[in-house]
């Protein structure tokens, strides 16, 4: 019998491994990458993400990945241990979920304007959750919560406060992932995997079983994977461990303003052009800063992410 060739998805990614299906139904099989593929110059880590779309053949055992299609989105970030290269988190993702808590752990605005700045780069759009809304119920947490809010909202974010543990938003939520892609990503703690299972709690079940079928070997931690909600019908979730830092990749500082949408949204005004909105006199920006129409806390990550180019750009 000859082997079969067809297009699927990328749903895992451990190692050297990958599992694939032809979404949107869920037959998982393994694969491996051709090494030609493996060899072109590729500067990130992972030249193939999940997410991706992908050609293949399978003899019946093992699937072969032969061509990775054009990504109409990613994101990426410069990788923590590798100064030269960059991590794709993720491919082709109708929308991500950012999500964060106020203060277990405490939020960390500058992780979440880099995030954010990618996001709008690489045309992912971001919905902002806000976790473990349960946890505290006194007037600091609330007026908190209220700030950031404001903050984001202002910005042109949608911001949902949910609660894994008592099911606040949770439906709000798993409405917006049904039909789509969708990618949940934060740091360390904030509840990712938890608000998954809340979704649907059958998810839960799957991660050992395709770990333990498919991937044993030496490369067998997870970095990303991709879970069907309702079995498909009610779309796709990525799963992402805590991310550390986020290096901002390509982008420049004449570009950057441009990710802030509250920034773009008043830059035409700006009397010199390019104008950096940092000492230029009659600076748009700057004057909607001053007028409280953009948040200081957002300026200041604009000028941080500026002052940083050394770290976090090349």
């Given at each position: 019998?000859?082997?079969?060739?067809?297009?699927?998805?990328?749903?895992?990614?451990?190692?050297?491994?990958?599992?694939?299906s032809e979404l949107p139904s869920w037959n998982l099989f393994p694969a491996v990458m051709r090494g030609k593929i493996r060899l072109k110059g590729v500067t990130t880590t992972n030249p193939v993400a999940v997410g991706?779309?992908?050609?293949?053949?399978f003899d019946g055992t093992m699937g072969t990945i032969d061509k990775i299609y054009p990504r109409r989105n990613y994101i990426i970030r410069k990788s923590t241990n590798l100064s030269r290269e960059n991590h794709i988190i993720a491919a082709n993702l109708d929308r991500v979920f950012l999500v964060v808590t106020i203060a277990f752990p405490e939020v960390k605005l500058a992780f979440v304007d880099r995030f954010l700045v990618t996001c709008q780069a690489y045309g992912v759009p971001v919905t902002i959750l806000i976790n473990k809304c349960d946890l505290c119920a006194d007037d600091a947490f609330d007026a908190a919560v209220k700030s950031f809010e404001e903050i984001y909202e202002g910005a042109?974010?949608?911001?949902?406060?949910?609660?894994?543990?008592?099911?606040?938003?949770?439906?709000?939520?798993k409405e917006l992932c049904s039909g789509s892609l969708s990618l949940f990503s934060g740091v360390s703690g904030v509840g990712k995997s938890s608000l998954?299972?809340?979704?649907?709690?059958?998810?839960?079940?799957?991660?050992?079983?395709?770990?333990?079928?498919?991937?044993q070997g030496r490369h067998t931690t997870t970095f990303y994977e991709?879970?069907?909600?309702?079995?498909?019908?009610?779309?796709?979730?990525i799963d992402t461990p805590g991310i550390r830092g986020f290096g901002l990749v390509d982008l420049g500082n004449e570009e950057l303003s441009a990710y802030f949408p509250e920034?773009?949204?008043?830059m035409d005004g700006c009397r010199f052009k390019p104008c950096t909105h940092t000492h230029e006199p009659h600076c748009a920006v700057k004057?909607?800063?001053?007028?409280?129409?953009?948040?200081?806390?957002?300026?200041?990550?604009?000028?941080?992410?500026?002052?940083?180019?050394?770290?976090?750009?090349k």
């Amino acid at each position: 019998m000859s082997d079969k060739k067809g297009t699927a998805t990328v749903v895992k990614h451990t190692g050297s491994h990958y599992l694939l299906s032809e979404l949107p139904s869920w037959n998982l099989f393994p694969a491996v990458m051709r090494g030609k593929i493996r060899l072109k110059g590729v500067t990130t880590t992972n030249p193939v993400a999940v997410g991706d779309v992908v050609d293949y053949t399978f003899d019946g055992t093992m699937g072969t990945i032969d061509k990775i299609y054009p990504r109409r989105n990613y994101i990426i970030r410069k990788s923590t241990n590798l100064s030269r290269e960059n991590h794709i988190i993720a491919a082709n993702l109708d929308r991500v979920f950012l999500v964060v808590t106020i203060a277990f752990p405490e939020v960390k605005l500058a992780f979440v304007d880099r995030f954010l700045v990618t996001c709008q780069a690489y045309g992912v759009p971001v919905t902002i959750l806000i976790n473990k809304c349960d946890l505290c119920a006194d007037d600091a947490f609330d007026a908190a919560v209220k700030s950031f809010e404001e903050i984001y909202e202002g910005a042109g974010y949608e911001c949902i406060e949910v609660s894994a543990r008592n099911g606040l938003n949770i439906n709000r939520v798993k409405e917006l992932c049904s039909g789509s892609l969708s990618l949940f990503s934060g740091v360390s703690g904030v509840g990712k995997s938890s608000l998954i299972k809340a979704i649907d709690p059958a998810i839960d079940a799957k991660t050992g079983e395709i770990s333990m079928a498919h991937l044993q070997g030496r490369h067998t931690t997870t970095f990303y994977e991709m879970y069907p909600v309702d079995g498909g019908e009610g779309g796709f979730i990525i799963d992402t461990p805590g991310i550390r830092g986020f290096g901002l990749v390509d982008l420049g500082n004449e570009e950057l303003s441009a990710y802030f949408p509250e920034m773009l949204r008043v830059m035409d005004g700006c009397r010199f052009k390019p104008c950096t909105h940092t000492h230029e006199p009659h600076c748009a920006v700057k004057e909607a800063v001053e007028a409280g129409e953009i948040s200081a806390e957002r300026y200041n990550s604009y000028l941080g992410m500026l002052e940083e180019e050394t770290k976090y750009r090349k």
